[in-house]
């Protein structure tokens, strides 16, 4: 431990380079999974807009209608059901062509409905399908309005961009990992000699590499905490500045702090521990 310490201060300046190498590696990495967690919370809350609507009978009575709702929050899956009455419908109405219904007409002829925004597990046609059959039988629902269409284009997106998103991480990882190791390899170039002197002097393969491992391990470390401090104030420069309001963020997510800095760790140790390896091969 105190020779790893002390390899540190010999080799500041290779080793901050590969502090900052890591550092922008996991960076990439960290920023590329969170705009892929956000861009899909993005297009499911828009789907979510398109779930489905319950329009009721317009001779329905209020006992009746919190009845029925009382029914429906009843099924599986339900994340949220917003009642919008004959008044609310009239003034969305108003809103969006900027004619007053009730100027028009004697009387209000839109129906109110119940919105339902079903939980991502249960987002799917098939299911949705089977819930407006068993909905159409209950005694006050007049019509059942489901943007099928619409809701499976937005459904195929989200896979494409799933998949697509699957596949470039996968390969900025690959490219960190390759990237991360020539750099932790120049490194371990810079300390050639201190590797064949020892060995020189007789110390054995597990003493070399053990000083070595350590400094890797410390190395990624430090990386993945900056790379992890670069996004948080990334995050905090977005809100400050209005400039996007992220539903996902990495303090949300302990486990992607956690992943970041283990991943970062373990890629640190181990490139180094192979780069040495490696430069032994050509000690005698």
């Given at each position: 431990m105190r020779e790893g310490i002390v390899g540190i201060r010999r080799s500041r300046m290779p080793f901050m380079i590969s502090v900052f190498s890591v550092a922008i590696a996991l960076l990439v990495v960290g920023v590329g999974v969170l705009s892929v967690d956000n861009g899909l919370q993005y297009i499911g809350d828009m789907q979510a807009n398109?779930?489905?609507?319950?329009?009721?009978?317009?001779?329905?009575?209020?006992?009746?209608?919190?009845?029925?709702?009382?029914?429906?929050?009843?099924?599986?899956?339900?994340?949220?059901?917003?009642?919008?009455?004959?008044?609310?419908?009239?003034?969305?109405?108003?809103?969006?062509?900027?004619?007053?219904?009730?100027?028009?007409?004697?009387?209000?002829?839109?129906?109110s409905s119940f919105r339902i925004t079903f939980e991502e597990d249960y987002r799917s046609a098939g299911y949705i399908h089977s819930f407006i059959q068993s909905v159409n039988i209950l005694n006050g629902v007049d019509e059942v309005i489901f943007k099928k269409d619409l809701f499976e284009k937005v459904q195929g997106i989200m896979k494409l961009i799933y998949t697509l998103a699957t596949a470039g991480l996968f390969m900025i990882i690959l490219s960190t990992v390759f990237l991360t190791a020539n750099n932790l390899r120049l490194m371990i170039?810079?300390?050639?000699?201190?590797?064949?002197?020892?060995?020189?002097?007789?110390?054995?393969?597990?003493?070399?590499?053990?000083?070595?491992f350590l400094e890797g391990g410390i190395l990624g470390f430090l990386g993945a905490s900056i790379a992890v401090l670069a996004i948080i104030l990334m995050e905090i420069s977005l809100a400050y500045y209005h400039?996007?309001?992220?539903?996902?963020?990495?303090?949300?997510?302990?486990?992607?702090?956690?992943?970041?800095?283990?991943?970062?760790?373990?890629?640190?140790?181990?490139?180094?521990?192979?780069?040495?390896?490696?430069?032994?091969?050509?000690?005698a």
């Open positions: 398109y779930d489905l609507e319950i329009f009721l009978k317009n001779d329905i009575s209020t006992i009746d209608s919190r009845e029925l709702a009382d029914i429906i929050n009843e099924y599986p899956g339900i994340l949220r059901m917003e009642y919008l009455s004959k008044e609310d419908a009239a003034a969305l109405y108003n809103a969006e062509f900027g004619e007053d219904v009730l100027s028009l007409l004697d009387d209000n002829p839109l129906p170039l810079a300390r050639y000699e201190f590797i064949e002197t020892i060995r020189l002097l007789g110390a054995s393969d597990f003493m070399i590499k053990s000083p070595f400039i996007i309001d992220l539903p996902v963020r990495i303090m949300n997510h302990p486990e992607l702090i956690l992943g970041l800095l283990v991943f970062g760790v373990s890629l640190s140790s181990l490139g180094v521990l192979k780069a040495v390896r490696r430069m032994l091969r050509f000690v």
